[in-house]
């Protein structure tokens, strides 16, 4: 029993080594965790030039959709002008035929 309780003891004072080991290693990711802490607690981050570029992009897009609804609005007259034009051209045409109808009978 006693080379047992030696085998036994040995064991136990291995293990208890490999968990002071553990231990340290484990204090040390603490105190790293604590200084990364504090380095986060003491940054400050700047958001006014984030800003000013937000509101320089917002006041560009602003621009391009009142210069697309310009663009919008100039097609639409255009396009009436030439639905109008066509129109017109085909009456004339239209009366054209029926005169050269008339004429040759």
């Not at 937000?54 to 602003?62: A, C, E, G, P, Y």
């Not at 919008?72 to 030439?82: D, G, S, V, W």
């Amino acid at each position: 029993m006693s080379k047992n309780a030696e085998i036994i003891a040995e064991i136990i004072s291995e293990e208890v080594g490999k968990l002071e080991k553990l231990i340290t290693k484990q204090v040390d990711f603490v105190n790293d965790f604590g200084k990364t802490i504090e380095k986060a607690e003491n940054m400050s981050i700047k958001t006014e030039r984030l800003e000013e570029v937000i509101n320089h992009w917002n006041m560009l897009f602003d621009k391009q959709k009142t210069q697309i609804k310009d663009l919008q609005k100039q097609q639409f007259k255009e396009n009436r002008i030439h639905r109008i034009t066509t129109y017109l051209l085909l009456i004339i045409t239209i009366v054209f035929q029926i005169v050269l109808i008339f004429k040759t009978l």
